[in-house]
């Protein structure tokens, strides 16, 4: 189950200063705690991300499924985050963007540096969002 899969991957990036191991091994991830657009409560789930200047970037993927993942729809619901870097916490806003030449460009430089997520473009019809998070210190 999706769930119990990112809780133990939230549990070890915690306890271990932002390290995980399995298929993250050697690959930096975040912590983006966002608040649920129906519930008001805490969410968080841990992403892959890439630095873009001062911004750090995140890619809605849900691994190519249909539909956004949820984080998605929260942050269009409260663009307030936080985000978890090894042991850095820090509050950010979040922006979606959608469609253009930003988000291409950004998106390709996440396939990269992880070219699966260009896997995830042949499993799914609808363009998958970028994030960009610009933190707020």
């Known amino acids: 189950m999706a769930s119990d899969f990112n809780a133990n991957i939230i549990e070890?990036?915690?306890a271990n200063a932002g390290k995980v191991g399995g298929p993250f091994?050697?690959?930096e991830l975040l912590l983006l705690t966002t608040t649920g657009a129906k519930s008001g409560l805490p969410r968080t789930s841990p992403l892959a991300f890439l630095r873009d200047g001062d911004r750090i970037v995140v890619i809605a993927s849900k691994a190519g499924a249909p539909t956004n993942p949820d984080w998605y729809h929260n942050i269009r619901t409260n663009p307030?985050?936080?985000v978890e870097i090894?042991?850095?916490k820090f509050q950010a806003h979040a922006t979606?963007?959608?469609?253009g030449s930003e988000r291409d460009r950004l998106f390709a430089a996440m396939v990269?540096?992880?070219p699966g997520f260009a896997d995830y473009v042949e499993k799914t019809?609808?363009?998958i969002p970028v994030v960009t998070l610009a933190p707020r210190r």
Do not use: L, N, S, Y
């Open 12 to 14: 070890e990036f915690r």
């Open 25 to 27: 091994a050697g690959r």
């Open 80 to 82: 307030e985050v936080t």
């Open 86 to 88: 090894g042991t850095d």
């Open 96 to 99: 979606p963007i959608d469609e």
């Open 112 to 114: 990269e540096v992880m």
């Open 125 to 127: 019809t609808r363009v």
